[in-house]
């Protein structure tokens, strides 16, 4: 089957332009091409026939909101800095912001963006990611070493703790939202969190030979059965494949390339962003869920972000 995959990118050394997008079909990336121009959209979403992004611009930082065509029909910005992540959940776009220690909630008005409010947890933080459970907006802060609970109304409703120099990264819920899967970027571990009462099931190394504390564990996906957890390691150029049942770390594999900062999975095949040799690559994955051969790479530079968008643009 054919589908659309965008990248977003880092444009600082001005390799690259913006968001690009990529043909995928039968495991293979193919036709490169500028999808829309921005500066610095580092993390990308798509949701329904909109696909959002962080951006810079002369006025400051924020977000770009884009039709399928890659068409800019809104910029809004709010911070001095730009933020790490973005996602689009219930109609408005939740942002979280590394370097400032805060995430934001702006809100979708046909084609206007509008900031609703933003939520100071810490200068230097290291908030990462915005999960949602039931009710409850969870923001894991890296720094901290804490997730922070935030209810529908954004006031602060406690917190998921850590050890010093676990530094939570991303997470993943499983589908009926029992389980919290998360990974820290410092201690290179995996957490099964219960999302009961946010206590910590299990936790394991994701790295071979048990290692911890080799830092920069990126991020974590489930597969579609909920059977294999994968996880990739930028510094060590890495992916693993984690069995959660006998909490087992079945395989590492190499990314392809260099610095593995998001991966996605998309029908039987992993498809890898590798921020420094300016690529994505494309495994098959095998019946038991390791990764297998690799289908192909396609340069993309700077590619730090994929996104399914099946529209074609």
Known sequence: MRHRVLAGTYTTDHTSRGIYSLQYEDGKVSDTHLFAEIDSPKYICAEGNLVASIASAEQGAGVALFDLNGKLLDQLSYEER????????????????????????????????KLINT????EGAGCHQVLFHKDQIL??????????IFNADLKYAGAIRFPAGTGPRHGVFTKDGSCLYLVSELSNELFAIDSEDYSCAWRMSVLPDGKKHLRDTAAVRLSEKEDRIYVSTRTQDILSVIDPAQQKLMQTHYCGGRHPRDFILLEDHLLV???????VVSFALNEDGTIGKEENLIEVPQAVSLAVSDQED
């Open 82 to 113: 730009t933020s790490c992540y973005i996602t689009i959940h219930e109609g408005r776009i939740y942002t979280a912001n590394y370097h400032l220690g805060q995430f934001s909630v702006i809100g979708i008005d046909g084609d206007h963006l």
């Open 119 to 122: 939520i100071q947890i810490r």
């Open 139 to 148: 923001i894991p802060c890296l720094f901290l070493d804490r997730v922070m």
């Open 273 to 279: 962003a590798n921020r420094y040799s300016n690529s």
